[in-house]
């Protein structure tokens, strides 16, 4: 499976940005699919994962209530909505996929390249 980040741009804090991930290779439809991200100097760390139907989904407390991650089984794609973003959640965002959902969060599975993401103050 590849995974294809888009949609990372700079943002002024309180603004919205949308991210995509597209994959290729294999149908996306039973993937389990999270997004993480790495801050400059910082560990990358879990923000979002939606199971395969996407009747499930986990968010980190820092991104409840701001974020939320979708999925669009037609066009093999998975979308982080970012709404309310402040400059903390600058960083790179990377997709990952897994069977499951332990798979993703356990940083298992397979993973996009990144797409940078920027929130000015």
């Known amino acids: 499976v590849q995974l294809v980040e888009s949609g990372g741009g700079l943002v002024q804090a309180g603004g919205s940005l949308r991210l995509s991930c597209a994959a290729s290779?294999?149908?996306?439809?039973?993937?389990?699919v999270g997004w993480f991200r790495q801050a400059p100097g910082k560990e990358r760390e879990f923000v979002t994962v939606?199971?395969?139907?996407?009747?499930?989904?986990y968010y980190a407390d820092s991104v409840k209530g701001r974020f939320t991650i979708s999925r669009d089984g037609a066009n093999n794609t998975v979308y982080l909505q970012m709404n309310s973003l402040k400059p903390e959640d600058t960083a790179v965002y990377y997709c990952a996929a897994g069977d499951t959902v332990a798979e993703v969060t356990s940083r298992s599975g397979y993973w996009g390249q990144g797409t940078q993401v920027t929130v000015s103050s």
């Open positions: 939606i199971n395969w139907s996407g009747g499930s989904t």
């Open positions: 290779g294999r149908t996306f439809s039973r993937f389990a």
